[in-house]
T-cell receptor, first 112, second 115 residues
Framework: QKEVEQDPGPLSVPEGAIVSLNCTYSNSAFQYFMWYRQYSRKGPELLMYTYSSGNKEDGRFTAQVDKSSKYISLFIRDSQPSDSATYLCAMSAGQAGTALIFGKGTTLSVSS | DAGVTQSPTHLIKTRGQQVTLRCSPKSGHDTVSWYQQALGQGPQFIFQYYEEEERQRGNFPDRFSGHQFPNYSSELNVNALLLGDSALYLC??????????????FGEGSRLTVL
């Protein structure tokens, strides 16, 4: 079993839809949880990071962490065509920014 | 403010050759990490440099080596290239101070093709 599991999709939604992206993990030592967005042929861009369990909201994005279930989610409200990208979950046991373990990424396509 | 810059952006090598990739961290950052991203996969941690020393290493063979210079820039070297080394190599930087660390910022990557 991989340390971090993420459904690669692809996921296709119409503009304005609510998108839910998820990852599960097996290492209970993970404390820092991140979501990165990666456009084609670009480097990953940090969207959200959360320490331990709980929710965090930033504009149209909400990140949730449930450590008891070893499950993290990213919700995108009012999705836009510009949200079309690959979304990578990442996590670490040490402080945010130390060696990250990434999921495979979910490819999202938002059609207008 | 320049972000993380990497060079070259693309390169093609043949099996058995050696390659050097370069990275300049974001201004104010002193810690550099390297990741390998194969097609359709998430990035995999190779190693991290701080104060010119390798501080953490992922599950990569000794063919992968690196260096950090006094100006915090870094190089990744890969010897005896294999076809499986074809990937996007990402450099990421952050600041470290008093045991605390900032967020990781990634560069655009160097795309290596091994023929």
């Amino acid at each position: 079993q991989k340390e971090v599991e993420q459904d690669p999709g692809p996921l296709s939604v119409p503009e304005g839809a609510i998108v839910s992206l998820n990852c599960t993990y097996s290492n209970s030592a993970f404390q820092y949880f991140m979501w990165y967005r990666q456009y084609s042929r670009k480097g990953p861009e940090l969207l959200m990071y959360t320490y331990s369990s709980g929710n965090k909201e930033d504009g149209r994005f909400t990140a949730q962490v449930d450590k008891s279930s070893k499950y993290i989610s990213l919700f995108i409200r009012d999705s836009q065509p510009s949200d079309s990208a690959t979304y990578l979950c990442a996590m670490s046991a040490g402080q945010a920014g130390t060696a990250l373990i990434f999921g495979k990424g979910t490819t999202l396509s938002v059609s207008s | 403010d320049a972000g993380v810059t990497q060079s070259p952006t693309h390169l093609i090598k043949t099996r058995g050759q050696q390659v050097t990739l370069r990275c300049s961290p974001k201004s104010g950052h002193d810690t550099v990490s390297w990741y390998q991203q194969a097609l359709g996969q998430g990035p995999q941690f190779i190693f991290q440099y701080y104060e010119e020393e390798e501080r953490q290493r992922g599950n990569f063979p000794d063919r992968f080596s690196g260096h950090q210079f006094p100006n915090y820039s870094s190089e990744l070297n890969v010897n005896a290239l294999l076809l499986g080394d074809s990937a996007l190599y990402l450099c990421a930087s952050r600041w470290t101070s008093g045991g605390l660390t900032g967020e990781l910022f990634f560069g655009e990557g160097s795309r290596l093709t091994v023929l």
